[in-house]
Nanobody, 116 residues
């Protein structure tokens, strides 16, 4: 199970920090990510970090967000700064392992609302 937390309401220009902790994974993840889904839109990738520390971000992040993770502890964080109303969405964490025993596990989502 993946448990995400940290969502809430923030004013435009403000910051929020999300965290996600996994329990019961059969092996250490090698890829941890945050996705988001805004009302009426498809789920999209926000940021991903590998067990080796490589980070990648969606273009819309524009240097505002920072992802970090600890594979050994199956924990991933997302620091969001300079938030915009368009960042309003349900944020989902995802942990994956590409080599056997492989898996893709999703968290339950945490709502982030940015008011203008």
């Amino acid at each position: 199970q993946l448990q995400a937390s940290g969502g809430g309401v923030v004013q435009a220009g403000g910051s929020l920090s999300l965290s996600c902790v996994a329990s019961g994974l059969i092996s250490t993840p090698n890829r941890m990510a945050w996705h988001r889904q805004a009302p009426g839109k498809e789920r999209e990738l926000v940021a991903v970090v590998t067990s080796g520390g490589t980070q990648n971000y969606a273009a819309f992040v524009k240097g505002r967000f920072a992802i970090s993770g600890d594979s050994a502890k199956s924990t991933v964080w997302l620091q969001m700064n300079k938030m915009e109303p368009d960042d309003t969405a349900v944020y989902y964490c995802k942990m994956s392992r590409a080599i056997p025993p492989a898996y893709d596990e999703w968290g339950q989502g945490t709502l982030v609302t940015v008011s203008s």
